[in-house]
């Protein structure tokens, strides 16, 4: 039996723009309630916390509690998540309390147990407070809603380099689109016929070699190839034309069993 045993995070960094953003909702709301998003990534153990989005300019704010603009929430992390060569990831979530209250509510349970349950590092959930001065708290949030409280540092240069990393001119070089426009195409073709992807077995792996040479003299033909155990699945797309096509490749003893399995021509068909 094999033990999964998951890193605990040791501390929160913020970049200074996530921690601007959180004081300024803050203060533009105050002395109600607001909260919002976290995106960033778990990395090396720590919540590395990149941006914070608001929530929204339908959202409700009330003395006592605030909900979320949630088609407004939902298209923002996603454009600020692309911003990023390492997509951002949702890692959870912030929200003021009145006074000094720094303990979650019975509602706020219910929703870091769901946040919590979406990652096997659980979730990020941080309290804001002013009494008088600004505090932010933050918790790590199990499945099992045994909070465990984490220290927080702010400044860009505490975040790992590679994270930070965003998109720039060169992201947009046209063999670099071209490579990313290939790969969407081919995954929509191996979407069609949905397999598992395993390492390759049986008679076919000793026929790879043999399938990779013939591909290769396809001069007409772009491919891409995915292992499903006994079926190996090449997608092939015309350089020139609109032709596109899924076939299986499986091997037996006494060869190779090729079966299309999809021919389409252009994109809508």
Known sequence: MTTTITAMPVEV?????????????TLEHHPNETGGILLGRFHQNRWQVLEAIDPGPAAESTATSFS??????????????????LPLQLVGLWHRHPGSFDQFSVDDDSTNRRFARQSSHGALSCLVNLDPHFRLTAYHVPADLRYQRLPVWTGDALLDGELRQQLDASDLDPEQLGASGLACELQDLFACRARTALPLRGPLVAEVDRVLAQLDQLQQWRYGLRACGDVLQVALLERAGPRR????VRGTHDGLITTCVLERCGHDQ
Request: hydrophobic content about 45%; charged content about 25%; glycine content about 2%.
């Open 13 to 25: 960094l913020f970049s200074r723009r996530a921690h601007a953003a959180i004081c300024a909702e």
């Open 68 to 85: 979320y603009d949630r088609g407004y929430v939902n298209h923002l992390a996603a454009k600020l998540a692309r911003q990023y060569r």
């Open 245 to 248: 096509q899924l076939w299986e």
